[in-house]
């Protein structure tokens, strides 16, 4: 007998989309688990993963207003040296040849 083909994994997933599909799942099970009201419809899927999306961008930009988010980068900014206000004249001058 020959073993069982093992399935192929998953290909890489940046976070963006690793959330949307969470929020996607989480939302699809809540929805389409519970028993249908009389004279509702359940959303198209098509519908709720672009909800998805947009709430995982969403989260993504208010993530970047938190206060920790705005320290971080504000310390990146502090950290970066602007090579437009260094003035490295002195140093081409020297290495000239007499």
Do not use: C, W
Request: glycine share 4%; no cysteine.
């Amino acid at each position: 007998m020959s073993a069982p083909e093992k399935a192929a994994p998953h290909p890489a997933r940046d976070t963006y989309h690793q959330l949307a599909f969470e929020i996607f799942i989480g939302m699809a099970s809540r929805i389409y688990s519970a028993p249908a009201v009389a004279g509702e419809s359940k959303p198209d899927p098509k519908a709720l993963a672009l909800l998805s999306f947009r709430l995982a961008e969403a989260y993504f930009a208010a993530e970047k207003e938190t206060p920790r988010a705005k320290a971080a980068a504000e310390i990146l900014s502090k950290a970066r040296v602007n090579l437009d206000d260094v003035d490295l004249s002195g140093v081409f001058q020297s290495t000239a040849k007499p």
